[in-house]
């Protein structure tokens, strides 16, 4: 029976219950999820040494990110309607496996830019299976009363990666040479990654397998048909906020160690202020998780967003300062790793767990074609004008206005008070 056999037979648990049964499915999680964000956050760091090697511009590198980022958004969807038939830890297992030696394989680069975009829609074909809707679906479904900080610490994941992926790979390049740091990283954070799910990465549909061979059904489960989400109001403002403000935080954070290093700063204290940006990142996950449990309205959702206004003005070094440098990327990763909690979340309350895969996927398809365009658009502002003042510039004015969706939303559904009226 599946996840019916999970929602009839479990009692609603305490917070401290549902974390003392299932820890390890989030610890392996923020693992599986660490992992998924190394290719974006350790891009930067790569950007020089393969300008050096292969004389690319930096357009034509950054264009990279943007074929991964353009798969995740058209795979997306699918994705996401493979979850809900057939649940996450099969899909999880394979696509950790497959990224792990294929992010190694970008040491094969020969200098054809064009076999290097090969690379990476090699890449962004098998990291489909490991992305980000992969963990909010095992977690959301397995999670009730403390959802959202089970969101927040899996997600952390990200900011893990934001932390450490920077200055992980400067170390390794700094050493070993930039093929040697793709390896590193590949074989090594992913396969960390891939023990954890191993053992530990038990869905709900997996917990109701081992009970009942029975297949299971998503209709049983709370929540939108995909005919009402895509008439619902709050999910279509949420898709297009995400849209606009992925596209101008991923061009600042994705470039943000060139940001920073072209106001004057050397390139090892430009990572490290990069990599506070992580730190704040779990900052933001857990505090907003532990705000959204606790407390419904507009104003924790907007400030996750609005917050990185004042983070790309920050960064434009007015104030010629590294203390404010630093601020401001901090304020980008608070800003970054509290709306990504918050969308999840979002989503989870607004659409319920019915077609969570597929709603989800599809507004993370939303997210990952502004992260496909981001990167693309701040580095040929940078080859036209010379700079990123320009991108900093027009962003702060345009994240104000879009944050702004993501007020009135309104109350939560409640779903288990709705009989079905419709197919999905």
């Not at 029976?1 to 037979?9: D, I, L, P």
């Not at 590294?322 to 990504?340: P, R």
Request: charged share 10%; glycine share 12%.
């Amino acid at each position: 029976m599946g996840e019916r056999f999970e929602a009839m037979t479990e009692p609603q648990l305490t917070a401290a219950q549902e974390w003392r049964a299932h820890w390890p499915l989030v610890l392996s999680a923020m693992l599986g999820m660490s992992f998924y964000t190394v290719v974006t956050y350790s891009f930067s760091t790569f950007i020089a040494p393969l300008e050096k090697a292969f004389g690319w511009g930096r357009a034509e590198v950054s264009f990279c990110l943007t074929i991964f980022a353009a798969i995740a958004m058209i795979g997306g969807p699918f994705v996401g309607a493979a979850i809900d038939r057939f649940g996450t830890r099969r899909i999880a297992i394979g696509g950790l496996a497959l990224s792990a030696l294929a992010f190694a394989a970008f040491s094969l680069a020969s200098g054809s830019i064009w076999q290097f975009y090969g690379l990476f829609v090699l890449y962004g074909l098998v990291s489909l299976a490991f992305k980000t809707t992969v963990w909010s679906a095992g977690i959301a479904g397995t999670f009730s009363t403390s959802r959202s900080l089970a969101l927040s610490i899996m997600l952390s994941g990200s900011a893990l990666g934001q932390t450490l992926a920077p200055l992980i790979a400067y170390r390794l390049i700094s050493t070993h040479g930039w093929r040697a740091a793709y390896v590193g990283l590949g074989l090594g954070w992913g396969g960390v990654a891939l023990l954890a799910v191993l053992a530990f990465f038990r869905d709900a549909r997996e917990r109701g397998r081992q009970v009942s061979q029975a297949p299971a059904s998503s209709a049983l489960l709370p929540g939108l048909t995909l005919r009402e989400a895509r008439r619902d109001s709050r999910i279509l403002r949420i898709a297009l906020s995400q849209l606009v403000l992925a596209t101008l935080g991923s061009g600042a954070s994705v470039h943000l160690v060139r940001i920073v290093a072209e106001t004057g700063v050397s390139e090892g204290s430009a990572v490290q202020i990069a990599a506070t940006a992580g730190l704040a990142g779990i900052a933001g996950k857990l505090i907003t998780g532990w705000l959204l449990d606790r407390a419904q309205g507009s104003i924790v959702p907007f400030s996750a967003f609005a917050c990185a206004a004042i983070a790309h003005l920050l960064l434009l070094n007015r104030l010629d300062s590294v203390a404010a440098l630093t601020l401001g990327a901090m304020i980008l990763g608070f800003s970054s790793g509290a709306g990504l909690q918050v969308t999840t979340y979002l989503v989870s309350r607004y659409a319920g767990m019915r077609n969570f895969g597929a709603i989800y996927g599809a507004i993370s398809s939303m997210m990952m074609a502004g992260t496909a365009m981001g990167p693309l658009i701040a580095g040929r502002v940078h080859d036209v004008t010379g700079s990123y003042a320009p991108l900093l510039l027009a962003a702060a004015p345009i994240i104000l206005v879009f944050s702004l969706l993501m007020i009135g939303l309104g109350p939560y559904p409640d779903f288990s008070a709705t009989p079905d009226s419709e197919p999905a």
